[in-house]
């Protein structure tokens, strides 16, 4: 049942009979970019740092005392605050959301700056993740959505607590909010617990939008070295449509087959069964509110480097040039199906896929609507996509080498 709170937040109440657990997901809309790459992240840390009831330690023993599992977690388009509880303890785990959100103290700012500090550089230590870090980079130059780990460490030391909680009260004074409950209690049960807490939160607002569209406008390579590695990795992509748009669902077989299904992708079969070229080899297509990205991936070793670009560029070639064939195209509609299905499997699985696509403005019921999407793609329709948007004139290439 999709309806509305007092404050205008949709909210979405999914009964699965005979489920021990009860799962919220309460997303906010991020509207606006972040003053300085960073402040965001820092907020939705310190979200679980204590309140004006608890302080950390005392939140911390709190959510365990009640096995309540709590996160907040930061997208590049939403905040999002999730927890899973048993059913009889749903009245404890909504009001200690509650008090998360209204009483949130920020008072452990320099401590978490500290350590996200510390964390970054052991995170970017991995050269896929320097790799892709570089990649976002370039694709999102100058944009809210190229605010990646080296950007955060470059503007950390710089960023203050007031720019912090100046941030979370825009965020919580004029964003779209929207929350999904997922769970065995009746709604009756449930309902008047939630108005009680979360239906005393700011209006939701569907205006201010202030963030624009980014734009890829030509190629832009990049190459980095590291004295330190044995492995080169390579990252390609483009920028194409996200959810909702026309394409979307072509998209999305276009990864299943290039390369998100593992063993039998071509990427897989070509640049690893066949020629051996590759440790780890895959694609990957992620949607924002306002663009997609899709991009290629491998590791292989720094002497096979030009030979796995000419096979990316070869395996693009074909799928822009040769239409699939109806089994391809048929083991790739299965495949979605499946993942869909195995996605689905739990009560916050679910809770979190029906406040995402509602905070994103796509509607609770995308999931079922992009699988019927899905299985309407016909091969031309593949053939077109591929052709118009994995083009050799408006891509990024990331490169990190020995």
């Known amino acids: 049942m999709v309806s509305k709170l007092d404050n205008n937040i949709e909210y979405i109440y999914k009964t699965n009979p005979n489920t021990p657990r009860m799962a919220v997901c ?7 970019a972040e003053v300085k790459p960073g402040v965001y992240s820092l907020m939705a840390r310190l979200l679980l740092q204590g309140t004006k009831t608890f302080n950390s330690e005392q939140l911390a023993n709190e959510f365990e005392k009640y096995a309540i599992d709590f996160s907040s977690e930061l997208f590049p388009n939403y905040l999002r605050l999730k927890f899973v509880c048993l059913n009889e303890d749903f009245a404890k785990a909504i009001e200690l959301m509650n008090d998360v959100i209204v009483n949130s103290t920020f008072e452990e700012f320099e401590k978490e700056k500290i350590k996200l500090k510390g964390e970054i550089p052991a995170e970017l230590d991995s050269p896929r993740a320097m790799a892709m870090d570089s990649y976002f980079n370039e694709m999102f130059e100058n944009h ?4 990646t780990m080296t950007k955060i460490l470059e503007n950390i030391d710089s960023i203050t607590k007031d720019e912090v909680v100046d941030a979370y009260n825009y965020v919580l004074n004029n964003s779209k909010k929207v929350i999904a409950i997922v769970g065995a209690l009746e709604k009756d049960e449930v309902l008047p617990l939630v108005e009680k807490t979360i239906g005393k939160l700011p209006n939701s607002s569907e205006e201010g939008f202030q963030i624009e569209k980014p734009i890829l406008d030509r190629t832009k390579e990049v190459t980095t070295t590291r004295s330190d590695l044995n492995q080169a990795h390579i990252v390609k ?14 998209l999305v077989l276009l990864n299943i087959m290039l390369g998100a299904c593992g063993l039998s992708s071509r990427l897989f079969l070509e640049l690893r069964d066949k020629k051996g070229l590759a440790y780890v080899v895959r694609s990957s297509y992620e949607t924002y509110k306002l663009t ?3 991009m290629i991936y491998i590791a292989t070793e720094p002497k096979n480097i030009e030979v796995s670009l000419k096979g990316f560029d070869e395996e693009i070639r074909k799928i822009r040039t040769i239409k699939v064939s109806e089994k391809e195209l048929s083991d790739a509609k299965n495949n979605m199906a499946g993942k869909c299905a195995f996605l689905e499997e739990t009560n916050i699985q679910q809770a979190c896929a029906f406040a995402k696509y509602g905070v994103l403005g796509f509607g609770f019921d995308f999931t079922e609507r992009m699988k019927e999407l899905v299985q309407k793609v016909t091969a031309d329709e593949v053939l077109e996509c591929a052709k118009k948007y994995f083009t050799d004139d408006k891509y ?4 990190i080498k020995p």
């Not at 309460?26 to 606006?32: G, P, S």
Request: hydrophobic fraction near 40%.
């Open 26 to 32: 309460l997303n906010f809309l991020i509207n606006k």
């Open 144 to 147: 809210y959505y190229g605010n």
């Open 237 to 250: 992509g483009w920028q194409v449509p996200t959810c909702g748009e026309k394409e979307y669902a072509a």
């Open 292 to 294: 997609g990205n899709f």
């Open 396 to 399: 990024v290439l990331s490169i």
